[in-house]
Each structure stands twice: as C-alpha cells, then as structure tokens.
C-alpha cells in the first residue's frame, strides 16, 4: 500500500486514495468498469461538460469505527440526491444500487487509507457529460462519465473545531433558485467571489447568503441557531442544498429533546438571537462547526461568548459518536464495508 501524506497536515481534499471506481455511458446504458488506479482522465475536448456545465457530484464519508472497522455514513441518502442532481442536469444516471455498489467498491479498495477519527475518507462521486458536441447548449450529453474518487481528510476548516466568522451577504443569492439543491460545480463558482471577497476584506471563513434578509446557507453548509431548549433552521425549499447532515442533525436534537423549528428565518431574528443563543454549520466537510461571529453590514455581531456553545458541541459529540460507532445507530445510518 502507498505511504500517503498525513491528512491532518494537508489542506482538505488534496490527498487522494489510489483507487477508483469507473462506469462509462456511450449511449447504451451504463457500463461499470469496476475498481482501477486513480489515473487522469481523457476526454475530448467537446466534451458537454467542459462547455455547458452538465457535471455534478456528492460528497460523503466513511469513518473508521472504534473496533477498527470502517462504515460509511448515511450511503442511500447521499446516492438519492446524486440521482436527483443528475436529474436537474439532464444526465443519465445508472440504477442507485449500482452506484452504491461503486461508492462500496472504492471504499474496500482504498480500505488502509481511511484515517482514524476524527480524520476519515471523503468519498466523492462525480459525474460529466462527456458528449463531444459543442453544438448541444439546448440539449442534454447522452454521454456520461461516473466516477467515485475518494480522499482521505482531517479538518475541513484549517484550525479544527473553532468559532467561525461569517459575513452575511444580502444582496446575493448563493446561486439561482431552480439550482439551490443541486449538487453542481456551478454553484460554487457563483459563491466564489463573494467568499473571496469576504475573505479578504472581512477576513470571514464563509458567507451566509441572506438575499433580502431571507438566510438560506453559506458556500458549504447548511445554518442553525439553538439555545437550551430549541434547534431552528431554514425550511426546505428548491433555494439551497438539502444538507443530509442537517438531517442527522434535527433527528438527533429531536431526540436530545429540544423542540425543532424549520421555518423562515430573516436576518433580524439571527441577530436578536446572538446575545444568548449559538449558531454553528453543518455539512459532511463541515461536520458541525460553531460560529463566533457574524458581520452585517460591517459591524460585528458576536455569538453569545464567541466561543463555541455546550448545545452545538452536545449535538457534534452525538453526530460524531454515532458516525464511529461510539454511540448505537439506531437509524441504520452507517454501511459496513470490509476489504
Ligand atoms: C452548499 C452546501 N450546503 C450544505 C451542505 C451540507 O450538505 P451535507 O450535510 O449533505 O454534506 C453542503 C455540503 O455538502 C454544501 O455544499
């Protein structure tokens, strides 16, 4: 097995596992070629997806389970909104029991390369039309590429859990409104001046986008404000990513007991709530991360102390604990997977 960097000392999403799961569609179906090295990818230059953007992926997690086993979290949820992204896209999609098997297939191949907690593997399938037809902007690639690339990675925010800076944006929405819960590079190409421009002026780690004072989500995650007795977070809608840790994170509150809102959510009520309540993201990269600060229209609005609150560590400790096995699943969220 290859020596690879250790994750925890690389920025996330830069090391990669050396195997890959391949299924190629030329018009008849898809063919799944199985489990070979990671090698680059040829493509014609015409390529739909080069051109017209029909490229999608997902991003989920296998982690290491404390018995040393490694299981991947929440796999069907992940390869549903996959199927639907591609749906948006127009582009063909396999059976989801065969992608499954894919993101399976590259997790027991890259098996040594998932790291202990609270590191894990980033398994990220990705999809492309690959038609050669620069002629096609109003018609979708028969052809397809899928692949399951994966990653093994520490801290998605350089620093590990410490409270973030957001700067709320009011004017911009993260992307238009019919491609909010896709899962589509575009996206995040639309969100990246904003954020660099946050980054630079605000020196923020994200942008929560707020058109109108309406707060969806930031560049990557998914928003919440909780307090000793609730857990409150923008209602689903086609605005934004339908986030499957959000999910996890509303059952689990549930559970823990605290009353679960899902409702609009204006940006005079987030700031009302900073005094006393907390605020964190959640994601797959993301996990559950605490949120410091918030700068509106360039003041600063601290969250509670700025340091980060006992309820989102309380909800991160249960998440994180299910995910390796240290706590019963008692959902069937994690899969299993051996060498
Ligand atoms: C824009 C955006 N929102 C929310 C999320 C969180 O989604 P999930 O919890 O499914 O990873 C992500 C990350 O994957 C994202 O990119």
Redesign the pocket.
């Known amino acids: 097995m290859p020596e690879l960097p250790d994750p925890f000392s690389e920025p996330f999403g830069t090391i990669f596992a050396p195997s890959v799961a391949t299924a190629t569609n030329m018009g008849q179906g898809y063919d799944y070629q199985g489990v070979t090295p990671l090698a680059e990818l040829r493509l014609h230059p015409g390529a739909h997806a080069l051109h017209y953007g029909s490229t999608c992926f997902e ?2 997690k296998a982690h290491r389970q404390q018995d040393g086993s490694v299981a991947i979290f929440r796999l069907a949820d ?1 390869v549903a ?1 996959f199927a639907q992204s591609a749906e948006t896209l127009r582009l063909p999609f396999p059976e989801e029991e065969v992608v499954r098997q894919m993101i399976i297939d590259s997790v027991s191949a890259n098996l040594g390369h998932t790291p202990q907690s609270p590191g894990s593997l980033y398994i990220r399938p990705t999809l492309l039309g690959i038609e050669a037809n620069i002629g096609a902007a109003a018609a979708p690639s028969k052809h397809a590429l899928l692949y399951i690339l994966n990653s093994p990675v520490g801290d998605y925010f350089a620093g590990g859990v410490r409270p973030l800076t957001l700067l709320v944006q009011t004017e911009l929405p ?1 992307t238009t409104p019919q491609f909010g819960k896709v ?1 589509s590079g575009a ?2 190409v639309m969100a990246l001046g904003p954020t660099l421009e946050a980054k630079a002026d605000h020196a923020a780690d994200q942008v929560l986008f707020a058109p109108g004072g309406d707060i969806t ?6 928003f919440f404000m909780i307090d000793d007795q609730r857990i409150i977070t923008r209602n689903l809608d086609d605005s ?7 999910e ?1 994170v509303l059952t689990i509150a549930g559970e823990l007991g605290y009353a679960v809102e899902e409702r609009e959510l204006s940006l005079e009520e987030v700031k009302a709530w900073c005094p006393d309540g907390e605020i964190f993201l ?5 996990v559950v991360a605490p949120v410091g600060k918030l700068i509106v229209d360039g003041e600063t609005v601290r969250v509670g102390d700025g340091q980060p609150g006992e309820n989102t560590l309380r909800v991160r400790q249960v998440l994180t604990d299910i995910q390796v096995g240290a706590e019963a699943d008692s959902h069937s969220w994690l899969l299993s997977v051996s060498g």
């Open positions: 991003g989920l992940h909104r993260r899962k996206n995040y989500e930031t560049g990557a995650a998914n934004f990513l339908h986030g499957i840790t959000r996890s959640s994601g797959t990269a993301a």
